[in-house]
């Protein structure tokens, strides 16, 4: 048998991916950037700005995530353990937040 008919190990295939890819994510990326960065130049305030700066963060995150890092092809199990755990974090970082405004009441009630 040739080597050029034997089978190439599992271990030893690399999967290739084209490099107009990697620039389409990478112009999105500037893209969102400067999405972030005009959420300052308009001045926005409040509510609006954290979520839009959160937002844009997250898009970005999961763009070098899915790509870069090569999640996007990988098994579902991975994608979960990658995933699910921080997006649990954000859930819990959220109640906290929704439970701080009853717990500075309590604390101005109780203890002035």
């Known amino acids: 048998m040739s080597a050029a008919t034997e089978a ?3 271990a ?26 005009m959420v300052d130049v308009f001045q926005l ?3 609006l700005r954290w979520t839009l700066i959160v937002a844009l963060m ?11 890092m090569h999640l996007r092809w990988e098994r579902l199990v991975l994608i979960c353990v990658v995933v ?6 954000l ?3 959220g109640l ?10 309590a604390r101005m009630l109780y203890f002035r």
Request: aromatic fraction near 12%; hydrophobic fraction near 60%; proline fraction near 6%.
């Open 8 to 10: 190439v190990p599992a």
């Open 96 to 105: 906290m937040v929704l439970e701080s405004d009853y717990v500075l009441a």
């Open 91 to 93: 859930v819990l970082a």
């Open 12 to 37: 030893d295939a690399h999967q290739q991916h084209p490099l107009g890819l990697y620039f389409k994510i990478w112009g999105l990326l500037f893209l969102l950037s400067a999405l972030s960065y």
């Open 84 to 89: 699910i755990p921080p997006a649990a974090l």
């Open 45 to 47: 305030q409040g509510a």
């Open 58 to 68: 997250l898009a970005k995150a999961g763009l070098i995530v899915a790509v870069f």
